[in-house]
Structure formats: C-alpha cells, structure tokens
C-alpha cells in the first residue's frame, strides 16, 4: 500500500481510514454534508511505519485497505490453487475477478457492469491468467440535492469524486 501511495502520486493512500470513515458515514446516512474542518484529518502516509513487519501508526492514523484487501486476497488464492496444480479456475470477490487458464477455450469471457445500467454489461474482456479489478460511483452512494456522492474518495482534495467542485460548508 504505501509503494502504491507513491506509484499513484498519493492518489492511492491506505492511510485515509479516517477520511473515508467520515464519508462513509455521511453516505450510510445521507443526512449532513461532512464540513472542511470534519474533511481535515490526517492522512499522512509517513504516519504509517513497518519495523519488522510490525505496523506502528503515529498522529491518530488509520489505515483503510479497501482499495487493496480484496485484490490481495484473490491473489493469494489464485498462488494456492496454482501451487496444487489447479490451473483452470474463476475467483470473484465482487468486483475483483481473478482467472487461471481457461478450461476447454481460449479465454474467459469477464463481464463489466455498465454503471449506468448495472442490470447491463458495459464490455467484456478475454482474459486469461489475470485479474480485472473495477468500482465505481455507482455501488456506494448516497444522493442528496440532486448530487451523488461515492465511496471513491480523492485523498489529495478529501472529496467524493463524485462531487469534486461541490463547496461544502465550513
């Protein structure tokens, strides 16, 4: 997670527990908008410290690993089967689909959710021994005056990315 905090430039940031708590809450209750002050936590990820492989954290951090649990522990499972022998295989953690080699075919055949119409598929792709990984504005939100705020968070403005340009109240 942090090699990913600077690969991303700091737009993947697992030390934004407390910010993506305060949406989370806005978004499972929709009432009140999260103000300036209430959006001003740290998030600092030289605030999370690994000595050993002991996590140490500082200054009130939290560590948020959405963005990365589900897709680690696909690929955790993926090497378990691989290593006995299992080649052929789907894994679906909603959202991250992780494939072997394709029994009796080419490829798999993945499907995307069109978020305009998740009743639909957007695309599908052809994959084989990989991952397909998605989110979007449309799986948590709340709608609130006509605008949807997400679970995707930016952490360099702290805001929904659905609502980036929105002035909240001070």
Wanted: proline share 2%.
């Amino acid at each position: 997670g942090i090699n990913y905090h600077d690969k991303t430039s700091g737009l993947f940031n697992i030390a934004s527990g407390n910010l993506t708590n305060t949406w989370k809450n806005f978004i499972d209750n929709c009432d009140i908008l999260p103000s300036k002050k209430e959006l001003n936590v740290n998030t600092n990820i030289n605030d999370i410290k690994l000595k050993d492989n002991i996590y140490i954290k500082q200054n009130n951090i939290k560590l948020d690993l959405g963005g990365i649990a589900k897709g680690y522990a696909t690929e955790i499972v993926g090497n378990y089967l691989e290593e006995r022998k299992i080649e052929s295989y789907i894994i679906n953690a909603g959202g991250n689909v992780k494939v072997g080699k394709a029994h009796d075919k080419d490829n798999y055949v993945v499907g995307i959710t069109n978020p305009d119409d998740t009743s639909t598929i957007f695309n599908k792709v052809n994959i084989n021994n990989l991952s397909v990984v998605t989110t979007g504005n449309y799986q948590r939100y709340c709608k609130k005056n006509s605008k949807i705020y997400s679970h995707v968070i930016n952490p360099i403005t702290n805001m929904s990315n659905a609502c980036i340009g929105i002035d909240t109240h001070t």
